[in-house]
């Protein structure tokens, strides 16, 4: 079919990766509205991303942020899951 290894067309919801996920969701929020609260939010949709969005880094406008971070108008909020897999070479 064509693309990039590793991603099957899905039809209506763009690329869609074997063996990750992934999530895209526009969300309009409060002003004031934090990294932290967004969690929630996307684990209320999502119910089987909690274990993976408790220990995902998080992102906002390619830059890492905290937790506690103020999100404003415009921002994109990313959350980066932790990383398994490699080979340690001796």
Do not use: W
Not at 70 to 85: A, K, N, R, S, Y
């Amino acid at each position: 079919m064509g693309g990039k290894p590793g991603v099957t067309p899905d039809p209506g919801k763009g690329l869609r990766p074997l063996h990750s996920c992934f999530l895209l969701q526009l969300l309009i929020v409060d002003e004031r509205t934090s990294v932290a609260d967004i969690r929630p939010l996307l684990v209320t949709g999502y119910p089987r991303l909690q274990p993976i969005l408790e220990r995902s880094l998080c992102a906002v406008n390619r830059g890492y942020v905290s937790a506690e971070t103020v999100l404003h108008e415009g921002d994109e909020l990313v959350f980066i899951p932790p990383m398994g897999g490699g080979n340690l070479q001796e």
